[in-house]
């Protein structure tokens, strides 16, 4: 697992004024978290509160990552060899510097068996997100990918700022619309328009491009959602500042009080449970990616939330950050 940089740590002493620069208020409220009709990790649906913070307008891209880099120097985790003693049993022609790309396999495959369109390649990273081969000279408003944990939030200190909480991530991306199905509303494609960046056609073999894309978008290329902020959904997962747990942790017992600021389990509840051996923890991401799709990975909503251990990193996972300071009065 990557350490924190010691020269990240400092920060870079931004002012509360520049630090909101690109960043929208969510003010205080209440609102129903999690959903009962989808995966079983997204129940139950629940009463929630939270404080005012703020968020970024969109996730950080490849150009404001750049700069970051370019101001400390900093290496990702997809840029340095895995350490042999967090890999016990590990072979060592395997442990080399790269990250998972996704590859569209040629024929189908059961979809539980994710291997088969991810490849750990070496040198992908940041830089190169499909490969050595590849670049970001034309995607540097792309949100930047192959990020591990400790990667957003080395970013997110030295911007003086913190990662979202999953009740804040959820909250923000409803954007105001309490218990709708996505972000905009009940519809996913209200009027026959595409509101963000997912699979259409069969995945993983078919992917018809008919919002325009590929693989990722620029980051405002989609409507924003009522509160002002894009990209919420598709496009690329998100980080959370929260462990994960295979389901909401609400206490039953106490029906006429509203969790405030909740936050996930604890590290040792976030273990993989397929993989008693391996005591990687996992936090939560939110929000989908450009690889969701109706027949597979339905994650496309505000309620959508999946486990991702901290030291791994792929080609459709990024994240933005929260401050939580008063807004200006």
């Known amino acids: 697992m990557t350490l924190l940089q010691p020269d990240i740590l400092r920060g870079n002493q931004e002012s509360k004024g520049d630090r909101t620069i690109d960043m929208v208020w969510i003010p205080d409220g209440t609102f129903h978290m999690g959903s009962d009709h989808h995966y079983p990790e997204e129940a139950p649906a629940h009463s929630v509160s939270v404080d005012g913070f703020w968020i970024d307008r969109a996730p950080v891209t490849n150009r404001q990552f750049a700069r970051f880099v370019i101001a400390t120097g900093y290496k990702t985790t997809a840029e340095i060899p895995p350490d042999p003693e967090h890999y016990p049993g590990g072979l060592p022609r395997m442990l080399y510097a790269g990250s998972l790309v996704f590859e569209r396999p040629h024929s189908t495959y059961d979809l539980r068996d994710w291997s088969r369109w991810w490849t750990f390649m070496k040198a992908a990273n940041w830089r190169h997100p499909y490969g050595p081969r590849s670049d970001i000279n034309s995607l540097n408003d792309h949100p930047v990918v192959h990020m591990s944990y400790a990667d957003v939030l080395a970013y997110a200190r030295w911007a003086g700022k913190d990662l979202p909480t999953e009740a804040e991530w959820e909250f923000a991306a409803r954007g105001g619309l309490d218990g709708a199905e996505f972000a905009w509303g009940d519809e996913l494609m209200p009027g026959g328009v595409h509101r963000a960046n997912i699979w259409q056609g069969e995945f993983?073999?078919?992917?018809?491009?008919?919002?325009?894309?590929?693989?990722?978008?620029p980051v405002t290329a989609f409507p924003p959602n009522g509160y002002g902020i894009y990209d919420m959904i598709g496009n690329v997962w998100e980080w959370t500042a929260d462990w994960y747990v295979p389901k909401h942790e609400v206490d039953t017992a106490k029906p006429c009080c509203i969790p405030s600021n909740p936050r996930g389990g604890r590290l040792e509840e976030s273990y993989d449970p397929r993989e008693p051996d391996v005591k990687i923890p996992r936090k939560v991401i939110k929000g989908?990616?450009?690889?969701?799709?109706?027949?597979?990975?339905?994650?496309?909503?505000?309620?959508?939330?999946?486990?991702?251990a901290i030291d791994t990193s792929t080609s459709h996972l990024g994240f933005r950050c929260v401050l939580r300071i008063p807004a200006a009065r």
């Open 288 to 308: 989908g990616s450009h690889l969701c799709a109706p027949n597979y990975c339905q994650r496309y909503r505000p309620a959508a939330r999946h486990a991702e």
């Open 204 to 217: 993983p073999l078919r992917n018809l491009r008919q919002d325009g894309y590929e693989r990722s978008s």
